[in-house]
Each structure stands twice: as C-alpha cells, then as structure tokens.
C-alpha cells in the first residue's frame, strides 16, 4: 500500500472510523459522530466541518505551540521550525490495513519541507528543516475503544531533543456552558476553554493524563487516556465552530511567553537510532 487517496474505514462491533490520507478524520460509535471532519475530503464535509480548523488530527514534532523567532537549537546547530513543527505537513505512507486496523509510516530523511503558514505570514520561513527521523502510526479499534501509537525513532547520527504531541479535534455542544472537563478530582467548563484560548492561546493541565469529556445536552462524552505522555492542553477555536481540541504533550508549550527550543525548560531526547512509543486510548460513552 502507499498514499490513501480515499478514506479507509476501519469497523469493529458499533464503533466505525475513517482514516483519510494520514488523519483520524471520524470516528463513531452506534452511528453518532465524535470527531470533527476538518481533514475529510471536500465531498464528505457536512457544514459544521468547514466550520473552524481545516484539520481533524496532526502529530505535533519536534515542537508543540508557537516557536520564538522561528528557530529551534540543539548545540551549535540551528533548525527553521514554526508552530507545532514539520511533522504536520509530511505525508505517511500505509503499510497495511485490515478491517479493524491501519499501520503508518511517516520517514524524513532532512532537507527543505516548505512551510503553508509562510504564505500568510512572511515573518514564518518559507521553509522548515530538522533532523532524519521515522515515525510510525497505528490506529486500531478494540472492544469499546480507538487505540493510536506513534513511534518515533532518531535516524541522525547525533542526539536528537524534541518535544511532541497529538492534536485531536473533538465534537463539542454549541455553548461552553454545555461542556464539561473532568480530570482528577477537578472540572473545568467548555466555555472555560475557550476564555483561555482566546486570551492566551490554550487551558494547559500539567501533569494531566487522562481527561473525560462531556456534552451535558446528550450524555456523550469521549475519555482520553495516556501514560506516555505526561501533560495535556486545551484549545478551541471558539463558540462558533463547535469543536474542542484535547492534546495530550510530552511537555506544554510556553503561551505567557518567548519558548526557547531546546536551550531550556524540559524535553525528550532520542540517542541515534533509538525508539520511543507513545500511545493514547480513546473511550466513547
């Protein structure tokens, strides 16, 4: 197999989804829509998905969040990267598929990659570069659930820091009030979300792994569970496009401020060719 030139769907019991080129574009459960359509084809968008991020999902590497002047380090050298990296406008290839499964490969091997945001933004580089590297992706639904790994192995020959995350984006009701968060023994509303994404670009939760999500008009809600990743932030691009997006992160990104990548705060580090896997849960109610 190679490019997914038409969506590919994946069934099991009564959750179904739909993989489409390289994004988890829907996912359902007794035939009620979870995910917001944003990356779909154009022929199978409904209204609400033109509404709001023109994506469903992106893998966010090796930055998550804005980066401060353009420019990423490790040692002596100097990387161009922007908002949530290069991994985002490189194409996966599919290895294989079954009915209830679907295996990605994503491999960069260095050199230019340009950079959509430059076209609306000149201050952005016209192009973005980073260190060789492989990353894999699967999503499989099992019993009640929609399990995605991503794999990421260094293929420089020096050490490679980076931080990354998924970005999925989420059905929410049309008033935050309607929207209810719950993570350890606290809550936090919809509308909450986005107050804080308007004024500073996103709700983070340091140190939060495992979120439940609520409609309190339906009763639906979507659970996301990971150990591997340590943190999650909130974004939603606001009250009209009835969407929340709920990202599990390695580390947050800075939002009160310049982040300067990868001369200070915390990240992950890859020897050469070593691995590392981070996997994510899915739970619809």
Known sequence: ???????????????????????????????????????????????????????????????????????????????????????????????????????????????????????????????????????????????????VMFGLTNNSDGVMLYRCGWHPDVIAPASGKDGLFEYGRQTLSLEDVIDASEEKGGFPLPGANNIKFTDKVTGRSIELLSEDFKNLNLWSPGTKSSQVCIEPVTQLPVLDGPQHYFTSGEFEQLEPSQKKTYSITIKLG
């Open 1 to 147: 197999m190679d490019k997914i030139e038409e969506p590919i769907t994946l069934e099991n019991g009564n959750l179904k989804a739909q993989v489409y080129k390289w994004q988890l574009v829907s996912f359902s459960k007794n035939g009620i829509e979870y995910m917001h359509g944003g990356g779909k084809p154009d022929y199978l968008k409904s209204d609400a998905d033109r509404v709001g991020w023109n994506n469903s999902e992106i893998f966010m590497f090796p930055v998550t969040g804005p980066v401060y002047d353009y420019k990423v380090q490790i040692g002596d050298r100097f990387f161009h990267q922007d908002q949530h990296g290069i991994a985002r406008y490189r194409a996966f290839r599919a290895l294989s598929h079954d009915k209830t499964s679907i295996f990605l490969v994503q491999e960069y091997h260095g050199g230019k990659v340009p950079n959509p945001k430059h076209e609306t933004n000149k201050k952005s580089p016209e192009d973005l570069v980073w260190l060789p590297y492989k990353l894999e992706k699967s999503i499989e639904l099992q019993g009640e659930s929609v399990n």
